[in-house]
């Protein structure tokens, strides 16, 4: 994915329309110390796919506004953008819509799933957003300019089988088993239950590559990594397993 980036140098042109229209109208706007009022808006980021709509009488500090999307989407993510300047703050919400192709979507992955979420603590949070099937768009509220993702939301899929996929996650076992993968935007779990006797390679694929990821089973004190977007493990099956893969060394 090529690296994009756009800046709109908003706040003054449209502080200049909306004074003219406030005169006109009779009325003023008002301005403090780094803050502008800024008129009804809609900027269009070209080639991103991003708008931005800042709503009447929202307010933001006078600084251009920048949209990046980052070459390779953080872990969690189908897309991530940095809004900046990071702290902008909106009040009401300003609204995000991001265009959503097919091309973007990994395997296991819909459309209905995806949502908008901020990144917090290293951790994907959702914000209120949903996917627009009349526009193919995923479209949010904002408060502030941050990091933000499209993330799917969390699901699980269960079955006897080898394969097993979910928002853009594989898992592929070297014979049948029983198996629950679940994939949230902060990690994922596969459950596999008891076959006596029975030891299995199981391979965990569509990892971002080049973002170390830790793998655990049955405990934080049994782990591997990997950054190369799989981790292929030898899983006894005398018991039922519980595996799962996080961006963070848990403790």
Known sequence: ????????????????????VAFLAGSLLREGPGIQAVADCSVTFEGSGVTIQIPDQATAHGSPIEVTELPAPMPGSI???????????????????VDVNDRDLPPGTSKESLRLAVLQDGQW??????????????????????TYGIVAEPGEVNDVGTIYELNGISVE??????????????????YVGEKAGTTIDLTVSGLPVDVEHFVYVDSHDAHTSTATGSATLSVDLDSARLIWVEPHLST
Not at 85 to 96: L, N
Not at 129 to 146: K, L, M, Q, Y
Not at 176 to 188: G, H, K, N, Q
């Open 1 to 20: 994915m090529a690296h994009r980036s756009r800046k709109a140098h908003v706040c003054l042109g449209l502080l200049a329309i909306g004074a003219v």
């Open 79 to 97: 897309r991530t953008f940095e809004l900046s300047p990071h702290g902008m703050t909106f009040s009401p919400s300003a609204r995000v819509n």
């Open 125 to 146: 949070r959702l914000v209120k957003s949903r996917f627009n099937p009349d526009t193919a768009r995923v479209e949010g509220e904002i408060a502030h300019f941050s």
């Open 173 to 190: 076992a070297s014979e049948e088993i029983y198996a629950r993968l679940s994939v949230t935007p902060a990690f994922i779990m596969v």
